[in-house]
């Protein structure tokens, strides 16, 4: 069973930064690139990145560029999502999701909150 | 960027009807359309992808269809189960972008 692990929710200030992993279990980790999504609440859904987990190679959203780094470990099957010098835009669930070959997303992680607050 | 746009926003129904929602491209995007299901404080779930493919376990009254800018989601004989917000996503090459989602409430 393919299954992605995340953390539990974080509350953090303004200005500092966060990393948020995703253990993958269930198949070959360096087969599917791994996806991060942001949603916000009561909002749809943006594609920040991916990251190919065999070389780390990585595609990122411009919208996203500067604000989000895409790491693997391939030893432990964990990819990472830093988000850096946060604000309240920043608030929101983050997902992990794999990627599938034709680059829709097969699977989920359960989310992780963010909160930005003083 | 290529963008997505969904109608209705929102749609109430009874279990047993049919509804349709659909998904607009700002572009040509072939058939890399995928749609996903998400319920209240859940990860979205994979329904259809390739504009018309059931993803693993999704029932058969689901249906997608369209190629090129216009595409639609069906479900036949709404069940319990299907109530909750949809997304569309266009998968044709990066960044990818979702629609605005619809959401579905039970009438």
């Known amino acids: 069973e393919v299954l992605l692990q995340q953390s539990g929710p974080e509350l953090v200030k303004p200005g500092a930064s966060v990393k948020i992993p995703c253990k993958a279990s269930?198949?070959?980790?360096?087969?599917?690139?791994m996806d991060w999504v942001k949603q916000s609440h009561g909002k749809s859904l943006e594609w920040i990145g991916d990251?190919?987990?065999?070389?780390?190679?990585?595609i990122y959203n411009q919208k996203f560029k500067g604000k989000a780094t895409l790491t693997v470990d391939k030893s432990s099957s964990t990819a990472y999502m830093e988000l850096r010098s946060l604000t309240s835009e920043d608030t929101a669930v983050y997902y992990c999701?794999?990627?599938?070959?034709?680059?829709?997303?097969?699977?989920w992680g359960q989310g992780t909150l963010v909160t930005v607050s003083a | 960027d290529i963008q997505m746009t969904q109608s209705p926003a929102s749609l109430s129904a009874s279990v047993g009807e049919t509804v349709t929602i659909t998904c607009r491209a700002s572009?040509?995007?072939?058939?890399?359309l995928a749609w996903y299901q998400q319920k209240q404080g859940k990860s979205p779930q994979l329904l259809v992808y390739?504009?018309?493919t059931l993803a693993e376990g999704v029932p058969s009254r689901f249906s997608g269809s369209g190629s090129g800018t216009q595409f639609s989601l069906k479900i036949n004989s709404l069940q319990p189960e299907d109530f909750g917000s949809y997304y569309c996503?266009?998968?044709?090459?990066?960044?990818?972008?979702f629609g605005g989602g619809t959401k579905l409430e039970i009438k």
């Open positions: 390739n504009a018309k």
């Open positions: 996503q266009h998968h044709y090459g990066t960044p990818y972008t």
């Open positions: 990251i190919n987990p065999n070389n780390g190679g990585t």
């Open positions: 269930g198949y070959t980790f360096t087969d599917y690139n």
């Open positions: 572009e040509n995007i072939y058939s890399y």
């Open positions: 999701a794999r990627s599938d070959d034709y680059g829709s997303l097969a699977y």
